[in-house]
């Protein structure tokens, strides 16, 4: 049972423009969302996170929006630059549960010149 | 200050072999995750331990997974008569559980291919 939903598998952005990509759920017990950034040959790494009780987060040009009643959340990279393409994983996990990140398929960015 | 550490970096053996995975977490990070990174399965939790309790097991794929985490700091991921499927990414990560947040910060991996 997959448990977190995430699209698009792949997504080609010209440089300055927008990224977006979109996770959803499906169990209401996830108590916490972050998106890690992956780069080739190294671990994930956090980029930004957010919690249930907030819409929307904000640090520098990554914006999570968050809709629990739809059980989904996006995140949103703005002035895209080439050194953003990386593969995007969103995760949920809850406190119940120990944390333990449940992932989402991944997307692949690529950020054209 | 030092991320986590795995070691070694890349592993290829053969089938039916062991082999051991080690992880260093960060000093003073209570919890510590293994994960494994496969083209067929995503990113899937392996097995989670917390301090002195019992560690979660849940998400070994088969009993020829084992863990231990000695003296509450480095870890081993076990794998016991490898197979071909064994081969993927292991990742583990350590977070200062239940303390300002839930931030799991991951290894470089152990990348392990089974011939």
């Known amino acids: 049972q997959q448990q977190v939903k995430q699209s698009p598998q792949s997504l080609i952005v010209q440089k300055g423009g927008i990224s977006i990509i979109n996770c959803a759920y499906e169990?209401?017990?996830?108590?916490?969302f972050p998106w890690y950034q992956q780069f080739p040959g190294k671990g994930p790494a956090l980029l930004i996170a957010?919690?249930?009780?907030?819409s929307e987060k904000k640090e520098g040009r990554f914006t999570i929006s968050f809709n629990k009643s739809a059980k989904q959340f996006s995140l949103h990279i703005m002035d895209s630059q080439p050194g953003d393409s990386a593969t995007y994983f969103c995760?949920?996990?809850?406190?119940?549960?120990?944390?333990?990140?449940?992932f989402g398929t991944g997307t692949q960015l690529k950020v054209e010149l | 200050g030092a991320g986590v550490s795995q070691s070694p970096s890349n592993k290829v053996t053969e089938k039916g072999k062991d082999v051991e995975l080690r992880c260093d977490p960060i000093?003073?990070?209570?919890?510590l995750y293994w994960y494994r990174q496969s083209l067929g399965q995503g990113l899937e939790f392996l097995i989670y331990f917390q301090g002195n309790s019992a560690p979660d097991k849940s998400g070994l794929p088969s009993d020829r997974f084992s863990a231990e985490r000695t003296g509450g700091s480095v870890s081993t991921l076990t794998i016991q008569r490898t197979q071909q499927e064994d081969s993927a990414v292991y990742l583990c990560a350590s977070s200062l559980f239940g303390q300002g947040g839930n931030e799991q910060f991951f290894g470089p991996g152990t990348r392990l291919t089974v011939l």
């Open positions: 169990n209401t017990a996830f108590d916490y």
């Open positions: 995760a949920a996990s809850y406190s119940g549960g120990g944390n333990k990140l449940t």
């Open positions: 957010i919690r249930p009780d907030v």
């Open positions: 000093s003073g990070h209570t919890a």
